[in-house]
């Protein structure tokens, strides 16, 4: 899976030493913003510092992330872990129009010039003789 957005916050990493393996580990989460007329937000998170030294993803840079969702339960309650394996650097698409419609045109759908319907009246300039307000 993919998201392309802006780094709008990079936490401090947490690292430590596996009970089961006596080998150290360390992760890094960042906040990434998906532009569009409702912004989104997302956690995600690098594994091991290998990767997070090589990706040294900083505050501001837009950024592509390829990720894994995985969930796991602790305690009886479920949590999400959305773990990057890949960064590619670039441009965030622009911000769509917010008055144009998320949907493509529907097909057969008549336009402005092929409607069966008028276009509406111009309004009467003032003075004319109808002055009625509908």
């Known amino acids: 899976m993919e998201l392309t957005g802006r780094i709008i916050a990079v936490m401090e990493p947490r690292s430590g ?31 091991g510092e290998d990767r997070i030294k090589q990706f040294n993803i900083q505050n501001g840079e837009d950024l592509t992330i390829q990720f894994d969702i995985d969930a796991r339960e602790y305690n009886g309650r479920w949590y999400n872990d959305i773990r990057a394996y890949n960064i590619i650097r670039g441009q965030v698409p622009p911000v769509a129009d917010p008055g144009a419609s998320p949907f493509p045109p529907v097909q057969g759908q008549p336009d402005a010039a092929t409607s069966p319907f008028p276009p509406a009246p111009e309004t009467p300039s003032e003075g004319s003789a109808d002055d009625l307000p509908f």
Request: aromatic share 16%.
């Open 17 to 47: 030493v596996s009970a089961r393996s006596g080998n150290p580990w360390m992760t890094q989460e960042y906040v990434i913003e998906i532009p569009g007329q409702y912004p989104k937000r997302c956690v995600f998170n690098l594994f």
